[in-house]
Nanobody, 123 residues
C-alpha cells in the first residue's frame, strides 16, 4: 500500500501563485509515475502533470496543455515528496487536486490516490 498526503491548497486571486505538496509513504517501487490530477465540479478528473520517477525525479515530465508554461512539477527523493508550483493561476484552474502514484509489478498496475486538496482561484 502507498499513502499520499497532499497539502498547500487554498484560495488565491487570478494571476497569483500557489504551491502544492504530496508526501508519499509506504511500498513505493523504485520506478513509478507520480503526479497530479484535478477535478472541477461537473467535470471528469484530468491529468495536470506527472513525472516518471526512477529515483531522482529526473525522468520525463508531462503536462496538460492548459497548464504548460504556468505549472511546474518537481520532486525531492529524500523527502519522498512531489510538488506542483502553479503560477499565473486562472479561474478555470479551480478544482480539487489529487496526488496520484502508478506503479507496476509483474505486469499488473497498482494505482493510489490522495484525499485531494482544494484550489480556488477567485477575486
Amino acid at each position: 500500500q502507498v499513502q499520499l498526503v497532499e497539502s498547500g491548497g487554498g484560495l488565491v486571486k487570478p494571476g497569483g501563485s500557489l504551491g502544492l505538496s504530496c508526501q508519499a509513504s509506504g511500498n513505493i517501487f523504485s520506478t513509478h509515475i507520480i503526479g497530479w490530477y484535478r477535478q472541477a465540479p461537473g467535470n471528469q478528473r484530468e491529468l495536470v502533470a506527472h513525472i516518471v520517477n526512477g529515483g531522482d525525479f529526473g525522468g520525463n515530465r508531462a503536462y496538460a496543455d492548459s497548464v504548460k508554461g504556468r505549472f511546474t512539477i518537481s520532486g525531492d527523493n529524500v523527502k519522498n515528496t512531489v510538488y506542483l508550483q502553479m503560477n499565473s493561476l486562472k479561474s478555470e484552474d479551480t478544482a480539487l487536486y489529487y496526488c496520484n502514484v502508478r506503479q507496476w509489478f509483474r505486469g499488473e498496475q497498482f494505482e493510489y490516490w490522495g484525499q485531494g486538496t482544494q484550489v480556488t482561484v477567485s477575486s
